[in-house]
């Protein structure tokens, strides 16, 4: 158990319709992130947060909006969904002062139609 | 990340220690490497890292040369749960993302 939750597992949607992935950790760590994985690219950094309040953009941030009110909740939403953000997305968790010992939920299986 | 370097796949007999090479022979002396593994379906699984001293944990121990420039994963008594894709990385700077290459794919037959 990674101590991280992340929820809807799978989710099914159509073009231009808001999605939020939710993403949870037990812990109190300070940094947070999102990746998303697809064959050929690997996972790649959408954005991250490093305290309650406090977040940047990754690689590939266009399309998608973050925020974090709570240290312990880091909401992934896509304003208006498109398939190329068709993806298996992925929250992670990092302590304070070890940002690369980074702790990965199971992931949401995204799929855009 | 500075670049790594790593077997496509590897086998290893269920019981038996996995040794997991990587070569990482443009680190620099401040940059540390890290170890992941993917089981299909699941997410990324941090194991372990080291800069230039021996590490052990519950999951694996990391050998790392003396000149720096490689390193070893060892699973000493791998099962078929360990079946994975293993990932060296060396991160560099501090921009929080990790990037994981295409890693050695281990398959653990009994």
């Known amino acids: 158990d990674a101590g991280i939750t992340q929820s809807p597992r799978y989710k099914i949607t159509e073009t231009g319709r808001q999605v939020t992935l939710m993403c949870h950790q037990t812990?109190?760590?300070?940094?947070m992130f999102w990746y998303r994985q697809d064959l050929g690219h690997g996972l790649r950094l959408i954005y991250y947060s490093a305290a309650a309040d406090i977040t940047d953009k990754g690689e590939v941030p266009d399309g998608y909006v973050v925020s974090r009110s709570k240290t312990e909740n880091f909401p992934l939403t896509l304003e208006s969904a498109t398939r190329s953000q068709t993806s298996v997305y992925f929250c992670a968790r990092a302590p304070h002062g070890e940002i690369y010992e980074q702790y990965f939920g199971p992931g949401t299986r995204l799929t855009v139609t | 990340d500075a670049k790594t370097t790593q077997p496509t796949s590897m086998d290893c007999a269920e019981g038996r220690a996995a040794n997991l090479p990587c070569n990482h022979s443009t680190i620099s002396g401040n940059e540390y490497v890290y170890w992941y593994r993917q089981i299909h379906s699941q997410g990324p699984q941090y194991i372990i890292h080291g800069l230039k001293n021996n590490e052990t944990n519950e999951m694996a121990s990391l050998i790392i040369t003396e000149d720096r420039k490689s390193s070893t994963l060892i699973l000493p008594h791998a099962t078929l749960r360990d079946t994975a894709v293993y990932y060296c990385?060396?991160?560099?700077?501090?921009?929080?993302?990790?990037?994981f290459g295409k890693g050695t794919l281990l398959t653990v037959n009994p």
């Open positions: 990385i060396v991160p560099v700077g501090s921009n929080y993302k990790l990037t």
């Open positions: 812990w109190s760590h300070s940094y």
